[in-house]
């Protein structure tokens, strides 16, 4: 009797122990935990490029108001395909790879580079903003926090968003300083971030050393936290060997080809966004050394790696333009990079 009720003991504590450790990791990876609820999609989306630096707490944030509604949480894709002839509308042109209006131009070119196992297969967005226009950023259901996720197609059709790519996945992590659309939502250095500017222009920095109370003193508008940078001063970086982003769990280097997302700046108000396909017959991905090669050989004087892998998506004028995981298939991230319409 006694040893029967060893070893029921025995298999309640070891059930009971199990129970934890999956809650524990579901809590952590899995379930939603919103922090600040932001302004709508059609507020966000009219922010101005320099808008107010401001800190959101949680509950409240002068950004903000604690009872926006949350926007729709359906992923389905927005994945309307526009016609091949041009189509204008007042000041506006457009057409299947181009659009151009009074505050912005953007170009967006498919290229492939070798041949077999070794095809590469990229799309390279060409965008120059005009009358003080500026980067925009938005978050999944309009919500910061963790766990928190849609499709990049989704995120960017609720905001009106004529371009998009995916962002750093904040969600992911716990550190790491973010600032968007002026407001500061995280302030954990951890590594090697991205800063855009105000005046248009962007550079990586080193969030333990450069406080995000300087950041936005500055006239940053948007940080990410993932990196590594990829080009600084016009020169191409080399050394990535054995890059890690973050120690959660899962994590691995990053350096091997891979899909990629990145941005880069060629000039004040002239960016490169790139978003390389990989992990299928028509794409192996790129390694962190090809992805700066390659942003140097456009032209950036700065650019920085962003979350890749199978979030790497490209959203132009209703459509997906990329082949996200290989499968045509989005996978949802905790935030986009967009241009609105």
Do not use: C
Not at 254 to 276: E, K, L, Q
């Amino acid at each position: 009797m006694k040893r029967k009720t060893k070893i029921a003991v025995t298999v309640v504590l070891v059930l009971a122990t199990l129970g934890t450790v999956t809650y524990k990791l579901a809590d952590r990876y899995l379930i939603e935990h919103v922090e600040v609820r932001v302004a709508s999609a059609q507020t966000t989306s009219n922010l101005p490029a320099g808008s107010n630096g401001t800190t959101a707490s949680n509950g409240s944030t002068s950004a903000s108001a604690n009872d926006t509604s949350t926007a729709s949480t359906t992923d389905s894709s927005a994945a309307s395909t526009s016609g091949s002839a041009t189509a204008s509308s007042g000041s506006v042109q457009s057409d299947d790879w181009n659009y151009e209006s009074d505050n912005e131009k953007i170009g967006i070119q498919k290229a492939q580079k070798g041949s077999g196992d070794d095809l590469i297969t990229y799309f390279v967005a060409d965008v120059v903003l005009k009358n003080g226009a500026g980067i925009q950023t938005a978050f999944a259901k309009d919500a910061f926090g963790t766990n928190i996720t849609q499709n990049t197609s989704t995120i960017a059709a609720n905001h009106g968003a004529v371009f998009a790519i995916n962002g750093d996945y904040y969600g992911f992590r716990n550190d790491g300083v973010v600032i968007r659309n002026g407001t500061l939502y995280r302030d954990e250095p951890a590594r090697e971030g991205l800063a855009l500017l105000s005046n248009g222009t962007m550079k990586s920095y080193d969030e333990e050393e450069e406080s995000s109370s300087d950041l936005l003193a500055e006239g940053v508008t948007n940080t990410f936290s993932f990196g590594p940078a990829l080009v600084q001063n016009g020169v191409a970086a080399d050394n990535f060997d054995n890059v890690k982003i973050d120690t959660n769990f899962g994590n691995r280097t990053i350096d091997s080809a891979n899909p990629r997302t990145g941005i880069g700046m060629i000039a004040p108000n002239h960016y490169a966004f790139v978003v390389v396909d990989g992990r299928s017959s028509e794409s192996r991905g790129m390694t962190l050394n090809e992805f700066a090669d390659l942003f140097a050989e456009l032209g950036a004087t700065e650019a920085y790696n962003l979350d890749g892998g199978g979030s790497s998506t490209m959203y132009f004028m209703g459509r997906v333009v990329n082949n996200p995981q290989g499968k045509e298939k989005e996978r949802g991230v905790s935030d986009i990079i967009y241009l609105p319409e």
